[in-house]
T-cell receptor, first 109, second 115 residues
Framework: SQQGEEDPQALSIQEGENATMNCSYKTSINNLQWYRQNSGRGLVHLIL?????REKHSGRLRVTLDTSKKSSSLLITASRAADTASYFCATASGTALIFGKGTTLSVSS | SQTIHQWPATLVQPVGSPLSLECTVE??????LYWYRQAAGRGLQLLFY??????ISSEVPQNLSASRPQDRQFILSSKKLLLSDSGFYLC??????????????FGEGSWLTVV
């Protein structure tokens, strides 16, 4: 089944720096999504990028998609302590979304 | 607007005891419903999904079962819990996948500790 794998597993940065997380997947997709999970909470949808899109922005988030390399990246600019969370990419497999193992981002002030 | 409720939030159960986690969705009809499990520090594993009342698909063989007795109600059960059933269980809903409703909305999760 399709599955996203995030890289790195963990990332620690200072406030104000940019954070980049990568996701690789195995088979062709219609779209790829990124979700965020605060510790001990449910996941929240951040952004969806369709297979015919190469880049998408939402506030401080920038997502790119390279279908030839089967990869996507999530860039968070000017990070804040409140961005500390785990970030997951997800791809559709039939009726459900399959998630990767996530990147844990720590932003220190 | 749509909301999803999941309970209980935390649960400590002895090995061999039964389990029932419940999830309800409000503000939408005929949603797709999902149960995911997240082991400590791990990614999400899809356990079950349902596209309608009484229709349950299982993704992995396990000690758990799911039921959908009503359109917006999804229940995760076990007759006898194992230590390996410990984890964070997340219920979620979506519209019909692939028809412009690709986003999944999650509940707040249920922490299960089997002792």
């Amino acid at each position: 089944s399709q599955q996203g794998e995030e890289d790195p597993q963990a990332l620690s940065i200072q406030e104000g720096e940019n954070a980049t997380m990568n996701c690789s997947y195995k088979t062709s997709i219609n779209n790829l999504q990124w979700y965020r999970q605060n510790s001990g909470r449910g996941l929240v949808h951040l952004i969806l990028i369709r297979s015919n899109e190469r880049e998408k922005h939402s506030g401080r988030l920038r997502v790119t998609l390279d279908t030839s390399k089967k990869s996507s990246s999530l860039l968070i600019t000017a990070s804040r302590a409140a961005d500390t969370a785990s970030y997951f990419c997800a791809t559709a497999s039939g009726t459900a979304l399959i998630f990767g193992k996530g990147t844990t981002l720590s932003v220190s002030s | 607007s749509q909301t999803i409720h999941q309970w209980p939030a935390t649960l400590v159960q002895p090995v061999g005891s039964p389990l029932s986690l419940e999830c309800t969705v409000e503000g939408t009809s005929n949603p797709n419903l999902y149960w995911y499990r997240q082991a400590a520090g791990r990614g999400l594993q899809l356990l079950f999904y349902s596209v309608g009342i009484g229709q349950i698909s299982s993704e992995v063989p396990q000690n758990l079962s799911a039921s959908r007795p009503q359109d917006r109600q999804f229940i995760l059960s076990s007759k006898k819990l194992l230590l390996s059933d410990s984890g964070f269980y997340l219920c979620a809903w979506s519209g019909i996948m692939g028809q412009g409703f690709n986003t999944i909305y999650f509940g707040e999760g249920s922490w299960l500790t089997v002792v």
